[in-house]
């Protein structure tokens, strides 16, 4: 019958719009997408600055220990290199040369403590104002492509608007019970409701459907559904794919 293949091609027609207003949607969704990607980037990179900086101040407050104790230390020094002076036995004598070698040791450590802590804490700040600046910069470009696909979505919803009211006109020539039954596969079969069958398969789900319904389809006078994927089918010979 004819009608069945008049309904077929207003379906085709339909499904044609519909894919193209789905790709409009995906190419604005895909955009907003990378941006999320991009501001996950900026955020990591913000957050390990912020992690940096916790640990900046502890080897800062460790490195004033260290100089603290330096200093203490420096003043007994002098305590005691005065005191050496006014020593009255040579057992004292030694004993207290001894010490103050001791001390001369450890602050010869605490010196060189202190310098490796300036050294540790000056490359944590180079990495944190790397990483500062890469955010901000990063920032900068993702305000700039926020700006791109804002434009670009709402360029887009012009076209969408204009498609649809296509759409609009194409819906009220189709069947309603077919147009219920097209719209249910679209949703639940990725935007396609209705395929081609070539030589025998389904081209929604490449299964094989039986010769007999095969046979069926290509006389062309019934609405027929494939039995694996429900999609409605159409017989559409090899040379028509290519
Ligand atoms: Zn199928």
Do not use: W
């Amino acid at each position: 019958m004819e009608d069945v293949q008049k309904e077929l091609n207003k379906l085709l027609e339909l499904q044609d719009i519909d894919l193209r207003i789905r790709a409009l949607d995906e190419q604005s969704i895909d955009g907003y997408a990378q941006l999320d990607v991009e501001q996950e980037g900026i955020d990591a990179n913000i957050a390990e600055a912020e992690d940096l900086k916790e640990r900046l101040e502890v080897v800062g407050k460790e490195k004033r220990d260290v100089e603290y104790e330096l200093e203490d230390e420096t003043i007994r020094l002098k305590d005691r290199q005065a005191k050496l002076m006014n020593v009255q036995t040579n057992r004292e004598y030694q004993s207290l040369l001894k010490e103050i070698e001791h001390t001369k040791g450890d602050n010869k450590r605490r010196f060189e403590e202190i310098e490796r802590y300036t050294e540790i804490a000056e490359a944590m700040q180079q990495k944190i104002i790397a990483l500062e600046t890469e955010a901000a910069e990063g920032a900068v470009a993702l305000a700039e492509e926020k700006a791109k696909i804002d434009a670009l979505t709402s360029k887009l919803e012009k076209q969408k608007t204009k498609i649809d009211k296509t759409r609009g006109a194409k819906v009220k020539k189709v069947t309603g019970s077919i147009y219920k039954r097209y719209e249910q596969l679209r949703e639940r079969r990725n935007g396609i409701a209705i395929v081609g069958v070539t030589e025998g398969v389904c081209q929604g789900c490449y299964m094989t459907i039986p010769p007999q319904q095969f046979n069926e389809l290509m006389k062309g006078d019934q609405l027929h559904t494939c039995p694996t994927c429900q999609r409605m089918m159409f017989h559409m010979p090899q040379s028509e794919e290519e």
